[in-house]
């Protein structure tokens, strides 16, 4: 039972995928898996492929977010760029790919799965999926809008260490209560070692979710009470380069 409160990557599964240790276990990843994980990053966010950026005609972009067909109308283009740190431009590349994969305006979490899933056929990505899409669902009405996305989209790529670092604890405290137990990061790292599949390279032993899960509560636990906080989080993080640096890795994406 959690005895403490606080306040309220980034997942790692893009560096595991590669090769490299994640943002809470340390190793930094080399200049090719950076390379990587950019290209791929936002391959793994439904609704947003970069794998060929859409022409933009931004009288076309500015008139479906005035008079929109979809069910869904986002807000304004103006009050969005008050919202994120993206520029009009950037916003409307992004609302154009979002409807050309979502004409609805909105993603359920069934969706959410199916999408995701198109990028990990080699393992289970349903129970992360639902994780994740948990930590875009800022109403928590079970589906989430455009604005959803490119607010958490912003923080993660914009944002600073401290809005990122916090956006992952948020991601790994599963009940938001302000702490996370080592059940809820069990769950976590189980959910993305289940991702990866049973046949990756280097094949990884049965115990390694379990180590993991123990690798970040020496680091981070800073007392010992079997719990980590927010701010046990902040700290821990922000006292290893490594950590610090992998908060790098994101920038310039868009």
């Known amino acids: ?5 606080g306040n309220q990557s980034l997942s790692s599964e893009s560096r595991e995928l590669e090769g490299s240790k994640d943002l809470l276990t340390g190793n930094p990843p080399t200049s090719q898996s950076k390379k ?3 290209q791929r990053f936002l391959k793994l966010l439904p609704c947003c492929h970069t794998d060929s950026a859409p022409s933009v005609n931004q009288n076309s972009v500015d008139e479906d977010f005035q008079v929109s067909t979809v069910c869904y109308r986002p807000e304004g283009l103006e009050k ?3 919202m994120t740190r993206f520029s009009r431009k950037e916003l409307q590349i992004l609302y154009r790919s979002f409807k050309n994969e979502c004409p609805n305006g909105i993603v359920d979490e069934e969706t959410f799965k199916f999408i995701y899933s198109q990028f990990f056929l080699q393992g289970d990505s349903s129970t992360y999926a639902h994780f994740l899409f948990e930590a875009f669902d800022r109403q928590k009405n079970g589906v989430v809008s455009f604005e959803d996305f490119v ?5 993660i790529l914009r944002g600073t260490a401290i809005d990122r670092l916090t956006w992952a604890f948020n991601l790994y405290d599963l009940n938001k209560d302000g702490c996370v137990t080592k059940e809820e990061m069990t769950d976590i790292i189980r959910s993305i070692y289940d991702m990866m599949g049973k046949y990756t390279y280097p094949c990884m032993e049965d115990s390694a979710p379990q180590e993991h899960v ?4 020496q680091k981070m636990d800073q007392n010992n009470d079997g719990i980590v906080t927010m701010e046990e989080f902040l700290e821990s993080c922000q006292k290893d380069e ?8 994101f920038d310039h994406i868009l």
Do not use: G
């Not at 490594?242 to 890795?249: D, G, K, V, Y």
């Open 80 to 82: 969005l760029q008050d």
């Open 36 to 38: 990587t994980v950019k």
């Open 214 to 217: 123990e690798n970040f509560f």
């Open 1 to 5: 039972m959690k005895t403490k409160s």
């Open 151 to 155: 607010i958490a989209l912003s923080t």
């Open 242 to 249: 490594n950590i610090m640096e992998s908060m790098q890795l």
